[in-house]
């Protein structure tokens, strides 16, 4: 059972300046300009239109891509759809408005984090950010003892 009292309250109360500040900052405010100039502009409205079709067209042939000769025109009309969406100056722009709104989120995760536990290890998904290591680490192999205290090369017995 859940017991509502002072410092869950208090979490709730620092959970919303979070969010609050999150979305002042410069980097969520850029991203969500971005993403009102996408829902405005009708060409790009329609490109995503007509890919989101052909996507769904290819889809229902794609089991018998093998036979069917149009399932060829679909896939490479579908690739060449997908490449006019990543050039689309906007969709760039997104894109990169969402890595840095992402790197913030990431700055924030790691502070909560670190203020619960520095061991606890947060995977921010970004590109050139540290990752965890394995678990279980290969060791670098011993040498085998031979009666009398000498090593033994594995490779030379």
Known sequence: MLIID????????????????LK?????????ATQAAIEADLVLQDKVAQFEETKQAYEEIEAYRDILP???TLRRDLFQLKRELDLYPLVGQLRQDENALQEVLAKVTQALAMAVDPSIFVD???PFAPRRKPHHQAKSPQPVKRKG???????HP
């Open 124 to 126: 921010t998904g970004l």
């Open 6 to 21: 002072d410092q869950l309250l208090a979490i709730e109360e620092a959970t919303n300046r979070v969010i609050s500040a």
């Open 24 to 32: 002042q900052s410069p980097e969520y405010q850029a991203y969500q």
């Open 149 to 155: 205290g000498k090593d033994a090369s594995p490779t």
């Open 70 to 72: 149009e399932a060829r």
